[in-house]
Every structure is written in structure tokens, then in C-alpha cells.
């Protein structure tokens, strides 16, 4: 079984150079060697699972580092191989993220302590080299799909920190693949009552809007907008996000979108002007996420238009964005340096976070809102874009856009409105900041920001003015 496995796994590495092929074979046999004798839950040699891990990453075209740390992810915690040895034979960027991926001694730590310590190693890991997360992402995937031989007791807590922690985690780094895989086994093993009930009600809608989009499609080709225009497709969210939307009051049609794939990103405003003079556009519902950035690398715009009588969603992108889509961050390795990567994803989260938490228990509990959370995005009245955890408020906003402007804060115009400064924020709010010739950060204002920074910067404030 191990050697099939080894020859699918160099099979699927077809993308790699012959050089990097070798190495990847080489940590292949040293990881092969490191845990021979050892065995998982399901009865299969233990080797299989870090082979697994390798494979989820191929999937995306990993680069090599990724993939020969996947292969030696659990070699320092299982064995008795040190880390000092792996950097011998794999370099030291190798031993850093396996170390990151490596988990404490147990020792006395109680259970959520012990949690909370190998979080905050692993996410203080992931700010020097993203890929740490990336692998950590692959591991709990594999581990999910071999959960069924696990006890009850042990699924439930399982699975509910796949969906609290690493599904949103995935959706951060752009492993949106992988967080749909996340999320549909998570769902399955907290309630596969729901869960199959469900499935049978999407697939029943979902049978009726193929044939709307089919008729989108038809009008598009009729068009001749070919030129533009190079793929088409609609999509679904992941069924456990679909389950909860249906519970906040949304309609299940309103969960399918149509995905247009253009070449440039000016040929989306382009599609965009044939699509709305096929179909009545729904007024007040376009958004332009290329022109006022979300996120650095999905860039899209998207509208609402109706196709005989039923209101559709429809998401305009261009080929990069596709690309980021199918192979997430894996996109962005070979472009960007991986410090500056990594720091742009988690932007000054986890180090503001570790600087105000006085235990690893406070660090995820601020991190996970900090960098789980789904966003917002703020802007001053130049149009400048402030990007906040959902939930924030102007405070957060003010430190985030100036620490020496929000402490002297006297108020704030929210659209141009008089607001408090604990005034809660929401998408697209423009915020214009008032501020008085003292200071007027005070203790009161820790009760209500929600931020690491905001928090950090009101309490250094109040120290030096005491």
C-alpha cells in the first residue's frame, strides 16, 4: 500500500523540476523511516497520513518547501528526531515551519491551556512563513476525513473547532477548496440528521436554478461576448455556511451565484454593461471590490439582475482572481516575498494581539476575533479604505487610521451624521474624525473597543498621563 501511494504522490509532483522531485523523494524515504512501526487509529501505517497531507497540497501545486514539510510535519513530535536534524538534512526555513507545526510536551497544561499554547505557536510561526497555516489547514483536512473512526466523544469537539477555527482560518489564507471540504464534514459529524436533510433540500434547489443559468448562459452567447467573456459558471457556498444563512432568513436562491470570468480585469466593466443590458439590473445592489479593494487578491465585481422573474446573483472576475480562487495562496508564493505575504494576510493582528494578552488563553480568544472574523470596510472622507473586524466601532476605526488623532478624539460624523465614539460601524460606512486640542482617550473607552491595537494604543495613552 505504501509504495502505491509513493508512486501516485511522484506521479502528481509532475509540475516540480527533476532536481526538486529528488529532494521531495528524499524526505519521502527519510519520513517513510522516521515512523516506520507506527500506526494510526484506522489501522493503516502511520506513514500514509503525512503522505495524505502531501497529497491535499499537490492538489494545488504546492511549492517544494510545502511539500517536503507536509511529509515531516509530525516527524519531531512522534519521534526522536530533533529539529537540529532536520535542518541537517532539509535547511533551516524546513525546521522553522516544522517547528511551528510541532506541539509543546504536554506536561500539567489543562486541556484548553495546552490548546491555546500550540495556537499561539502556530500563528506566531505563521507571521514569519504563511505556510505553517497552510500545512496545519492540509492536516486537519486529512484528519477529518478519518474522523469516522474516532468515538463520539471525541467527533462532536472535533469537528466544532474545524468549523470555529480552522475553516474561517482557511477562508483567510484563500484555501476556499479546502474550507468547503472543512465545513461539509464538520457540519456531517455535528448533526448528520441536518446535515442529510439539508443536502437533499439544496440539491432540489439547486436542480432549479440550472436551468436559469442555463438560460443566463444562452443569452451570453447569443450576445457574442465571447471576446470578453472566457468562462462561466455558478456556484454554491459550503453547505454548513448555506445552513446558516437559511437560518438568519435567506432565501435558498439567494445562495446561488453565477461566476463570470472575463481576461482583464477592464473587461469585467465591460461584461458587466452586456450583462445589465440582457437583464434588469436590481437597483442599489452593485459592488465594485476591484476599485475599493477588500482583499488584496480577490478583485470582482458584483450585481444583482433578474432572469424571468427570479432575482440572481452574479459575481464578475477576471482570470487572476479564478486562479487565486482554484489555487489560493499557492498563487502568490512564487510572486510576492514570504514575509511580506504573510504580514499581509494576518496584517498587525497577532503581534498587537501578543502584546496586550497576558496569557495564551486571552491570545486566541482576541486573535480569533481579530483574524477570524469576517470584515468590514471603513472609509475617511478622502475615500481612503480602513479595513476592521466586523463589529468594530469608531474608536477602532480612529487608532487603526491614526493613534495620535484617535486620542484626542472628540467625536466622529458617521454618512455624515453625529455619532458617538462606541458607536458600532458597519460595510461601507464613511467615517469623518473631530478631535479636541487634549487628549480624550480614558479608561471608559477599553469597554467598548474591540480591536488589539485600539486597546494597546488607549492604555499606553493613559499610562504616560498619569
Known amino acids: 500500500m505504501i509504495n502505491e501511494v509513493k508512486k501516485v504522490l511522484l506521479k502528481k509532483c509532475?509540475?516540480?523540476?527533476?532536481?526538486?522531485?529528488?529532494?521531495?523523494?528524499?524526505?519521502?524515504?527519510?519520513?517513510?523511516?522516521?515512523?516506520?512501526?507506527?500506526?494510526?487509529?484506522?489501522g493503516e501505517p502511520y506513514i500514509i497520513h503525512p503522505f495524505e497531507v502531501c497529497f491535499i497540497l499537490l492538489e494545488y501545486e504546492a511549492d517544494l518547501t510545502s511539500l517536503v514539510c507536509a511529509l515531516l510535519?509530525?516527524?519531531?513530535?512522534?519521534?526522536?528526531?530533533?529539529?537540529?536534524?532536520?535542518?541537517t538534512h532539509f535547511g533551516i526555513q524546513v525546521a522553522i515551519i516544522v517547528n511551528g507545526l510541532t506541539k509543546f510536551e504536554k506536561g500539567t497544561f489543562e486541556k484548553e491551556e495546552y490548546s491555546a499554547i500550540n495556537t499561539e505557536k502556530l500563528l506566531s510561526t505563521a507571521m514569519i512563513d504563511i505556510r505553517v497555516a497552510v500545512i496545519k489547514l492540509?492536516?486537519?483536512?486529512?484528519?477529518?476525513?478519518?474522523?469516522?473512526?474516532?468515538?463520539?466523544?471525541?467527533?462532536?469537539?472535533?469537528?466544532?473547532?474545524?468549523?470555529?477555527?480552522?475553516?474561517?482560518?482557511?477562508?483567510?489564507i484563500g484555501?476556499?477548496?479546502?474550507?468547503?471540504?472543512?465545513?461539509?464534514?464538520?457540519?456531517?459529524?455535528?448533526?448528520?440528521?441536518?446535515y442529510a436533510r439539508f443536502k437533499k433540500i439544496m440539491e432540489d434547489y439547486t436542480q432549479v436554478f440550472s436551468n436559469t443559468y442555463h438560460k443566463f448562459v444562452h443569452k451570453l452567447q447569443v450576445s457574442d461576448s465571447n471576446t470578453i467573456i472566457i468562462h462561466t459558471e455558478w456556484q454554491k457556498p459550503p453547505l454548513f455556511?448555506?445552513?446558516?444563512?437559511?437560518?438568519?432568513?435567506?432565501?435558498f436562491l439567494d445562495?446561488?451565484?453565477?461566476?463570470?470570468?472575463?481576461?482583464?480585469?477592464?473587461?469585467?466593466?465591460?461584461?458587466?454593461?452586456?450583462?445589465?443590458?440582457?437583464?434588469?439590473?436590481?437597483?442599489?445592489?452593485?459592488i465594485d471590490q476591484i476599485a475599493i479593494e477588500k482583499h488584496p487578491f480577490l478583485k470582482y465585481l458584483k450585481t444583482k439582475v433578474r432572469i424571468d422573474d427570479q432575482i440572481n446573483h452574479v459575481i464578475i472576475q477576471d482570470e487572476k482572481t479564478q486562479n487565486y480562487y482554484e489555487n489560493g495562496i499557492?498563487?502568490?508564493?512564487?510572486?510576492?516575498?514570504?514575509?511580506?505575504?504573510?504580514?499581509?494576510?494576518?496584517?498587525?493582528?497577532?503581534?498587537?494581539?501578543?502584546?496586550?494578552?497576558q496569557s495564551s488563553i486571552a491570545f486566541c480568544e482576541l486573535v480569533s476575533f481579530e483574524l477570524l472574523q469576517k470584515e468590514i470596510t471603513v472609509f475617511t472622507p478622502k475615500m481612503d479604505v480602513i479595513k476592521l473586524p466586523e463589529n468594530s466601532n469608531i474608536i477602532d476605526f480612529a487608532y487603526a487610521l491614526n493613534s495620535s488623532l484617535a486620542s484626542k478624539m472628540a467625536f466622529a460624523k458617521v454618512n455624515g451624521e453625529v455619532q458617538s465614539p462606541?458607536?458600532?460601524?458597519?460595510?461601507?460606512?464613511?467615517?469623518?474624525?473631530?478631535?479636541?486640542?487634549?487628549?480624550?482617550?480614558?479608561?471608559?473607552?477599553l469597554h467598548h473597543v474591540q480591536t488589539s491595537r485600539a486597546i494597546k494604543e488607549i492604555i499606553d495613552v493613559i499610562e504616560k498621563n498619569k
Open 175 to 194: 484555501l476556499y477548496k479546502l474550507q468547503e471540504e472543512l465545513e461539509e464534514l464538520g457540519f456531517y459529524y455535528l448533526n448528520p440528521q441536518r
Open 422 to 445: 462606541q458607536t458600532a460601524l458597519h460595510d461601507m460606512d464613511i467615517v469623518e474624525i473631530h478631535t479636541s486640542n487634549k487628549i480624550m482617550a480614558n479608561p471608559k473607552w
Open 241 to 251: 455556511k448555506s445552513y446558516n444563512l437559511i437560518s438568519e432568513g435567506h432565501h
Open 73 to 87: 510535519h509530525d516527524v519531531v513530535e512522534d519521534t526522536d528526531v530533533s529539529l537540529s536534524e532536520i535542518e
Open 255 to 286: 445562495l446561488l451565484t453565477i461566476h463570470v470570468t472575463t481576461k482583464t480585469t477592464s473587461n469585467c466593466y465591460t461584461a458587466l454593461g452586456v450583462i445589465h443590458s440582457l437583464f434588469e439590473p436590481v437597483p442599489h445592489q452593485f
Open 330 to 357: 499557492f498563487d502568490k508564493l512564487q510572486e510576492s516575498n514570504i514575509q511580506n505575504l504573510s504580514v499581509s494576510l494576518f496584517g498587525e493582528s497577532v503581534y498587537s494581539v501578543k502584546s496586550i494578552a
Open 14 to 42: 509532475n509540475y516540480l523540476s527533476e532536481a526538486e522531485t529528488i529532494q521531495l523523494q528524499q524526505a519521502m524515504e527519510f519520513a517513510e523511516q522516521t515512523h516506520i512501526g507506527q500506526t494510526r487509529a484506522t
Open 138 to 172: 492540509a492536516d486537519r483536512l486529512h484528519n477529518m476525513r478519518t474522523l469516522a473512526v474516532k468515538r463520539i466523544e471525541k467527533k462532536i469537539p472535533y469537528a466544532n473547532e474545524t468549523l470555529l477555527f480552522f475553516s474561517p482560518l482557511a477562508e483567510k
